[in-house]
């Protein structure tokens, strides 16, 4: 196939790359107009890439969002330049204002960044103090440790001194027992005095028990109080063959006054010789007899520790010290010490004083009289510690001494021996004799109630005779008969309300006298049971004995 010829450029050139002709020029610069056209397209369409990129870059208002399908419309309108002036997507956040807040967040961490450097050089040096502390601890306990191993070869060391240095005594021998006296230690010997005296208390409590004869009953004899109800106690108790119901005074009314006054004397007795028995100081005193005193003419109780009864086994005593029968059962026990530590000194004086000395010392001395034979506790000390503990009280009966030795004016002081008829002195003996007496304290002056309980009288004036007011201050009634009648309701209801008190001060009394015993609080009654309360008592005595 033959080619055509090449066209003729009007410029008469056959090669058509003359570039001073038109023609020739646009031949040779399409192609690069192509290309131009096609750069230009490109970089249209990476501009709007671009613009995309850049608007999905950036937040929509909250009220802008929404997932329909407009936004791709939306999109495209931007995209094609035609709403971008006019979109509503926030701007992003201005540079300066994130650089302000990373060079705060920069200074904020900074500062924590020392404050935990601070803590933790803080820490160390607690941890280093704790330490040091530590070591100073071991360091003293090992000295605590050395110590009590010196004390200890130092305590040993003295045992054997004393074991090398014990007298086996016979008395020595009585108090601490054979066994005991080998080892000479002293705790062990006090251990065992203690258990013998505790173990006569007890002894001496049970028999003041047997002498009042308490009978609670089957259904409470043998212990079963688990299965009863603890609130409420039934049943009639009896003590010295006299009946006292266990609900209390709910059911004192329908005893007869007299049964009722002497139960009541009888729980009274019994509590006080257990308690001096025991050694127990109660609350409310009970004042069980009246007595004149020989030398001050005081009216007072007998009372206080059995321990310190003034009684000697065996022992060689002069009597002219003032602890004579006679002397003892006729002088309180204020004048009773008195007279002992003032004794001595009189026995120098001579005879000048003999009207004085009769009243202390009963009997002078005989050559005939050597020993009292009389049991008592004081039979487990020596001569010299007899003689001591017979002139010392305890604190107990001191106590006991102070608040029950009232003091009389100067011409009772000075009166003689003779025993008082005054009447409201008859009617003191005579209350003490019929029915139980409590104070309300041991203060001197305190008042006094006699659980003797009133009846009303509903006949009127019939029996006017035999109508007893209410007690005094002094403790006496302004009438010598026993059988408080009442016509008048409001004096009866004093009466009553007396008689109440004195029961309640009784139920303090055996409550008081359990607790300080010892007994188990899960074994005691309500404080009107006084019985049963008496009988647990009882039935611990017997506990502490086997």
């Known amino acids: 196939m033959a080619t055509s010829p090449p066209a003729t450029c009007y410029c008469g050139s056959s090669h058509g790359n003359h570039l001073s002709c038109r023609v020739c020029a646009a031949r040779n610069l399409t192609s690069k107009i192509a290309r131009y056209?096609?750069?230009?397209?490109?970089h249209l369409q990476k501009k709007r890439e671009c613009q995309l990129r850049l608007l999905e870059t950036r937040l929509l208002p909250a009220n802008e969002i929404d997932d329909g399908g407009d936004d791709k419309h939306n999109l495209q309108n931007d995209i094609d330049g035609v709403s971008l002036g006019k979109s509503k997507r926030r701007p992003l956040p201005d540079p300066n204002q994130i650089n302000q807040q990373v060079t705060h967040l920069k200074e904020r961490l900074d500062i924590l960044r020392s404050l935990s450097n601070d803590l933790a050089v803080n820490v160390t040096a607690k941890t280093m103090e704790n330490d040091e502390r530590q070591s100073n601890l071991e360091i003293q306990s090992q000295k605590v440790l050395v110590a009590q191993e010196r004390l200890s070869s130092m305590k040993h060391c003295l045992v054997f001194q004393a074991e090398d240095n014990i007298i086996n005594s016979p008395d020595e021998k009585k108090l601490y027992g054979n066994d005991s006296v080998g080892d000479g230690r002293l705790r062990d010997a006090l251990d065992h005095g203690r258990h013998q005296i505790q173990s006569l208390r007890f002894q001496f409590a049970l028999r003041v028990f047997d002498m009042?004869?308490?009978?609670?009953?089957?259904?409470?004899?043998?212990?079963?109080?688990?299965?009863?109800?603890?609130?409420?106690?039934t049943g009639v108790g009896k003590i010295g063959g006299l009946p006292l119901p266990h609900a209390g005074p709910a059911l004192y009314g329908v005893l007869p006054q007299?049964?009722?006054?002497?139960?009541?004397?009888?729980v009274a007795t019994l509590t006080n010789l257990v308690s001096r028995c025991l050694g127990v100081v109660l609350p409310h005193p009970?004042?069980?007899?009246?007595?004149?005193?020989?030398?001050?003419?005081?009216?007072?109780?007998?009372?206080?520790?059995?321990?310190?009864?003034?009684?000697?086994?065996?022992?060689?005593?002069?009597?002219?010290?003032g602890f004579g029968d006679d002397a003892q059962s006729s002088l309180c026990n204020a004048c009773c010490q008195e007279g002992s530590s003032s004794s001595p000194r009189k026995n120098q004086r001579g005879s000048a004083s003999g009207s004085q000395s009769k009243v202390i010392h009963a009997k002078l001395p005989s050559p005939n009289t050597t020993r009292l034979s009389k049991t008592s506790l004081m039979s487990f000390v020596g001569t010299s510690a007899r003689k001591a503990m017979a002139l010392t009280a305890s604190a107990t009966s001191r106590a006991m001494t102070n608040t029950q030795h009232v003091a009389t004016s100067s011409e009772q002081g000075k009166s003689s021996q003779l025993i008082s008829t005054s009447p409201s002195i008859v009617t003191k003996r005579i209350n003490h004799a019929s029915f139980a007496v409590l104070a309300e304290s041991y203060q001197l002056g305190a008042t006094e109630y006699i659980l003797n309980p009133p009846r009303l009288n509903d006949d009127g004036g019939n029996n006017e005779g035999k109508i007893l007011s209410p007690v005094n201050e002094t403790g006496a009634s302004s009438s010598n008969s026993q059988n408080q009648l009442f016509s008048n309701r409001e004096d009866f209801h004093t009466a009553e309300e007396r008689f109440s008190i004195g029961v309640q001060l009784l139920q303090n009394d055996v409550i008081a006298l359990c607790f300080r015993a010892g007994v188990d609080v899960s074994k005691l009654w309500p404080a009107e049971s006084v019985l049963l309360n008496l009988h647990a008592l009882l039935e611990h005595c017997q506990a502490q004995i086997v």
Do not use: P, W
Not at 215 to 224: H, K, Q, R, S
Not at 293 to 320: A, L, Q
């Open 37 to 42: 056209s096609a750069a230009k397209q490109r």
């Open 212 to 233: 009042h004869r308490i009978d609670v009953g089957e259904e409470y004899a043998n212990g079963n109080k688990g299965k009863m109800n603890k609130d409420n106690a």
């Open 258 to 266: 007299g049964v009722l006054a002497s139960s009541l004397r009888l």
């Open 286 to 321: 009970i004042l069980v007899c009246a007595k004149e005193c020989s030398k001050c003419g005081s009216v007072y109780n007998f009372g206080g520790d059995v321990i310190d009864t003034i009684s000697f086994d065996n022992i060689d005593i002069d009597i002219d010290d």
